[in-house]
């Protein structure tokens, strides 16, 4: 069945530091992509998406490329900041391009942002 | 706008009782809503799927006697367990598609539910 594999936190950064959280797939079919964001006390945020190969998903300085080849979407953020603390949730969806349809999650990756 | 509540945040309960829990779509309706149970360290795993009026879909594993959900309006779910027991201990979240966009699910905060 399809899969979504990201990597363990938690994720300690220092302010302005380079993000970069791994997030891999498995699926059949073309799948649609996304990352959630959820921050403390919060429902999941949808934070970006791309519905196709070499799409580049972009929001609030997060970016992630749909990368078929590699079945991957990364998730950077070349400067994070403390408000950028948070749980991030990469997953897939098969159907429907919004994410309106059955979404496959991965773990979720916690990162924590220093000053 | 697009905000989904649930309620209670967290409950405690004793083993064999049954617990109601509320999703409410705030400022949209929601043709369909989503049931999801999350483990400590795990992914969201869908749990079933709700739409206004009809029987909710429920994924394979999940019991269905277990988990009663009633989808009676365009704002509101519930989900209740039924004769809880510790190892339905878990955190419960839900989601709302907005009717309008027909797309982009909208999540809720979750209920943490402890079953002694």
């Known amino acids: 069945g399809d899969s979504v594999t990201q990597m363990e936190g938690p994720v300690t950064l220092s302010e302005e530091a380079f993000l970069t959280i791994n997030c891999t797939y498995t699926a059949t079919g073309y799948p649609s992509l996304f990352w959630y964001v959820q921050y403390p006390g919060e429902g999941l945020q949808l934070l970006l998406k791309?519905?196709?190969?070499?799409d580049k998903g972009s929001n609030k300085g997060f970016e992630a490329t749909y990368r078929k080849e590699t079945t991957s979407f990364h998730l950077e953020k070349g400067s994070v900041q403390v408000s950028d603390s948070a749980v991030y949730f990469c997953a897939l969806s098969k159907g429907l391009t919004g994410g309106g349809n059955k979404l496959t999650f991965g773990t979720g990756t916690q990162l924590k942002v220093e000053l | 706008g697009a905000v989904v509540s649930q309620h209670p945040s967290w409950v405690i309960c004793k083993s064999g009782t049954s617990v109601k829990i509320e999703c409410r779509s705030l400022?949209?309706?929601?043709?369909?809503m989503f049931w999801y149970r999350q483990f400590p360290k795990q992914s969201l795993m869908l749990m079933a799927t709700?739409?206004?009026?009809?029987?909710?879909?429920?994924e394979q594993g999940v019991e269905k006697d277990k988990f009663l959900i009633n989808h009676a309006s365009l704002t509101l779910s519930t989900l209740t367990v039924t004769s809880a027991h510790p190892e339905d201990s878990s955190f419960y979240i839900c989601s709302a598609r907005d009717l309008t966009s027909g797309k982009e699910q909208f999540f809720g905060p979750g209920t943490r539910l402890t079953v002694l």
């Open positions: 791309a519905t196709k190969a070499d």
């Open positions: 709700s739409n206004e009026g009809s029987k909710a879909t429920y």
């Open positions: 400022d949209f309706q929601a043709t369909t």
